[in-house]
C-alpha cells in the first residue's frame, strides 16, 4: 500500500518567518492533495499537484511535486498566526481512479506572534 | 449552507456499548466517507460509500459497520467499541468518485471508549 511520510512532525515559527514542509512517498503519486486541520476541525482541500514537476500557489502557499513524482513540498512565505494548524498531504494510490486516498500523518504548525 | 454534519461532537462511552455516529450532506453527494485520525497515524479510512446502497471497506474497516439507505447520510455503527476505537473521526464526502480531492469534511467527532 502507499505510504506517505511527512516532515517535520511538529513545527514552531516566529510570525513573518517561511517555512517548508515536505511530503514522501514510497511509489509514484499519481496525485498529490495538499489539506489544512484546525484543531478539532474538518480538513480543508488547499491544492491539488498532479503533473511532474508542478506547482501551485494560493494567497502565501506554494505546493511543488517533483519531477519523479515521489515527493512534494509546501512552502510557506511570511508565515501568519492564521496559517497555524495541522497540514496533511494525501495521495490518491490507485493510478488515477481517484477511489480513495491514503493521508501521511500530519505535520503541526504553530506560529508564534 | 454547503456543509457535512456529524453528531454526537464529542462522545465518552463504555466498552461494549453500541453507538452510532451520524453523518449528513446537503450537498446531494454520490460518494461519503468515514475516516479515524490518530496521532502519528494520520487519517485512515474506514469505509466508503459511491452511492445509495453501495459501501466499500477502506483501510481499517473492523470494527466498524456503515450503511447508505438515503444519499443525504451515512451512519457510522460500532457494534461493541473497544477502547482502541477512542479517535476523532471525520466523515466526507464529494460529488463523485473522480472528486475525491474536493472532498467536504465533516467538523468530527471525538470518541473515547473506555
Known amino acids: 500500500s502507499q505510504e506517505l511520510e511527512q516532515s517535520p512532525q511538529s513545527l514552531i515559527v516566529q510570525e513573518g518567518k517561511n517555512l517548508t514542509i515536505n511530503c514522501t512517498s514510497s511509489k509514484t503519486l499519481y496525485g498529490l492533495y495538499w489539506y489544512k486541520q484546525k484543531y478539532g476541525e474538518g480538513l480543508i482541500f488547499l491544492m491539488m499537484?498532479?503533473?511532474?514537476?508542478e506547482e501551485k500557489s494560493h494567497e502565501k502557499i506554494t505546493a511543488k511535486l517533483d519531477e519523479k513524482k515521489q515527493q512534494s513540498s509546501l512552502h510557506i512565505t511570511a508565515s501568519q498566526p492564521s496559517h497555524a494548524g495541522i497540514y496533511l498531504c494525501?495521495?490518491?494510490?490507485?493510478?488515477?481512479?481517484?477511489?480513495?486516498?491514503?493521508f501521511g500523518s500530519g505535520t503541526q504548525l504553530t506560529v508564534l506572534p | 449552507e454547503a456543509q457535512v454534519t456529524q453528531n454526537p461532537r464529542y462522545l465518552i462511552t463504555v466498552t461494549g456499548k453500541k453507538l452510532t455516529v451520524t453523518c449528513s450532506q446537503n450537498m446531494n453527494h454520490e460518494y461519503m466517507s468515514w475516516y479515524r485520525q490518530d496521532p502519528g497515524l494520520g487519517l485512515r479510512q474506514i469505509y466508503y460509500s459511491m452511492n445509495v446502497e453501495v459501501t466499500d471497506k477502506g483501510d481499517v474497516p473492523e470494527g466498524y459497520k456503515v450503511s447508505r439507505k438515503e444519499k443525504r447520510n451515512f451512519p457510522l455503527i460500532l457494534e461493541s467499541p473497544s477502547p482502541n476505537q477512542t479517535s476523532l473521526y471525520f466523515c466526507?464526502?464529494?460529488?463523485?468518485?473522480?472528486?475525491?480531492?474536493?472532498?467536504?469534511f465533516g467538523p468530527g467527532t471525538r470518541l473515547t471508549v473506555t
Open positions: 466526507a464526502s464529494s460529488l463523485r468518485d473522480r472528486a475525491i480531492y474536493e472532498q467536504y
Open positions: 499537484l498532479q503533473k511532474g514537476g
Open positions: 494525501g495521495a490518491d494510490p490507485t493510478s488515477g481512479s481517484a477511489r480513495q486516498l491514503t
